[in-house]
């Protein structure tokens, strides 16, 4: 494995990272590359914890700025290695993790090693001061449970690194400012009956047509609009799973119907959840899984540098992404990485080298003042 | 092995053959057994393929009867060997096969034996006249796919061998005569949507939300009774299985509902279809199975005979049976054996040596015209 230079320019960079597959759970690769790339630079605390890297500037800054982005990828699907391609004469990076979300992890990498404080003693010639210190957290298995999350495990063993005054999640938003997220909740409704032969159904009690009225509710339910610190989020509250049956003959005794609501960041999980009972109400409702979702906070001071800066107007994010661990502790986060998200997973998975580089400069310009 | 005694008490015979196992698929050893029991039986000419028997007598009677009961049971779940147990003060034989159907399939085996010609010259006490020629079906494979069974594959091979002019299956039917039986169709219906990613939901379609209309009008459907010769059958249309998602956070393009119409043996196999396509109009209907009914037939001067001699009213078999492929030929066709058919692949199946004892004395007095 050749050793990662974090000096390349940002497409060869997220072209280099990519050709090293990390799919989640196996980062281990990836990780040694990125630990050993930052490692030797001086101005980085570097922290390691499994295959979550963190590297902090002590510069005595007053303001602490957190930028985040995963290494693992969702599973390869004959799309390594990576290819340039063109698409409508732009050229493309095409490939597994081009997206989601190694265009903005190694716009990180590569910030990282130069945003340098001047006073330090230089020994190459593209150095930039940054106006505030910096947290950069490169972290494994976001594509997967929550519990294997990697940040997940950092807030278990070192909350303190998360502290900041504002974090960036480089999550692909077409480079867009995308603030906050949407909640998500996911509940299985279960509906009752008494099993009996089909051919004498009046015996029994059929829980699929018990089921009935859940999707009723479910396709006439029409979701809110509602307005968080300036953005609109959009709810939704879908079936995502229905199951039931015995046998071809049988009349069934059970019937679940999984929800996933999607919920406005002014909504508590409880709110989520009463909302969610109140529309099924009459059933069993069980609540197997949620997540709160993160107010885009954009009144803080500076992500409201940040929004001028980058010259972007912001828009909500619908996805829930680990901007809401930020929120959770009170810091304001936005998403902010190159890529297409609706090209996210997709076995055609391409970022244009253009947004890329725009999210470099804009970054860079912001963090350093310019 | 030891020989079977078909001349043993029917409750013994009952006994003896299900003490051989013989699940679907295995029904050898007791196909073997059967077959060394009656071919030396010189008042019956013996025919077999694979595990079917047939038994034939020919005595020159203008009329036959062709009776018939499946040698085959589900599987066994720790209920053999039999015991003999009590019910309320009452002999039992409990364990698998008892009631399904090796209880009617012994009394058979027994009649078949006793029940000769007196001009023929006998060796034995208990002879008695057959006032008709009889045709014994033992067949193997009953409760599984009707591809395999040994009925099925008769009528392809030997088709000649059904000719008769009533037949009765021995189903368990606690001893009373139940005529006919509904039809039976299977058909999936599907919705159709549009993925996309649960965050943002209204750019795709809900297969699921979309099943509404098809459980809401399952749920409000109203079967209808419909008198057949004299008999009331009752009808039902029911979901059996329902199927939809693709994963947590996607909203589900295909959503499928399995279908189980019983239907009353005056409508015909298209005529059910015709029904279940109307209920359903709007959706896509695949059927996927279908099995037309019998019609009971009683008012055949044998079937008027059989009845006036077992002393029963008859009733309407709900279920679907082996009786159907009597009645597709134009033979009248009534299920008569001992053992309640709701016991029946219960693991504490069980049949009274009562009802063992009844349906034998009653069907051999009315064979013998006593």
Redo the contacts between chains.
């Keep these: 494995m050749p050793a990662l230079d974090v000096f390349a320019p940002s497409v060869d960079l997220t072209r280099a990272i990519c050709d090293i597959p990390s799919v989640s759970g196996e980062e281990k690769t990836l990780a040694d590359a990125i630990f050993d790339a930052v490692s030797p630079l001086e101005h980085l605390d570097v922290y390691r914890d499994g295959d979550t890297i963190v590297a902090r500037t002590h510069l005595g800054r007053d303001r602490r700025v957190a930028i985040a982005g995963h290494i693992d990828t969702v599973p390869i699907n004959a799309n390594l290695p990576t290819r340039d391609i063109e698409v409508d004469g732009e050229p493309y990076l095409w490939g597994r993790g081009t997206v989601d979300m190694k265009g903005g992890t190694a716009v990180q990498l590569k910030l990282a090693a130069e945003l340098v404080d001047p006073r330090v003693d230089l020994t190459w010639a593209e150095l930039v001061d940054p106006r505030v210190d910096l947290t950069w957290l490169w972290y494994d298995n976001e594509e997967v449970d929550s519990d294997r999350n990697g940040l997940t495990r950092l807030a278990r063993t070192r909350a303190d690194l998360f502290a900041a005054d504002f974090a960036i999640l480089g999550e692909p938003s077409n480079g867009q400012v995308e603030g906050g997220c ?1 909640g ?1 909740l ?1 509940a299985v409704v279960r509906t009752h009956g008494v099993r009996a ?6 015996m029994g009690e ?1 829980a ?5 009225p859940i ?2 509710r ?2 006439g339910y029409r ?1 809110r609009e509602i307005a968080v610190d300036g953005l609109l989020y ?1 709810e ?1 509250l ?15 005794d059970l ?1 679940e ?2 929800v ?1 609501f ?1 919920f406005a960041p002014s909504r508590s999980v409880a709110d989520a959840e009463a909302h969610v009972r109140s529309v099924l109400e009459g059933f069993e409702v069980q609540i197997v ?1 949620a997540a709160a979702g993160a107010r885009p906070g954009l009144d803080a001071p500076l992500a409201q540098e940040f929004l001028r800066a980058v010259g972007a107007e912001a828009r909500p994010k ?3 992404t680990d901007v809401a661990r930020f929120s959770a502790l009170g810091i304001p986060a936005v998403n902010y990485g190159p890529g297409d998200p609706l090209l996210a997973h997709h076995d055609e998975e391409r970022v244009s080298y253009a947004q890329i580089e725009d999210v470099e400069r804009s970054l860079r310009a912001w963090l350093s003042g310019s």
Tied chains: 1, 2.
Excluded: Q
């Excluded at 699929?208 to 009935?212: Q, Y």
């Design positions: 949407n998500t996911r032969h089909s051919a004498r159904a009046w059929n699929i047509h018990g089921a009935a999707l009723a479910l396709a979701p959009r939704g879908n079936a995502v799973r229905i199951e039931g049956g015995v046998a071809g003959n049988v009349i069934p019937c119907v999984e996933n999607r899984d619908y996805g829930w």
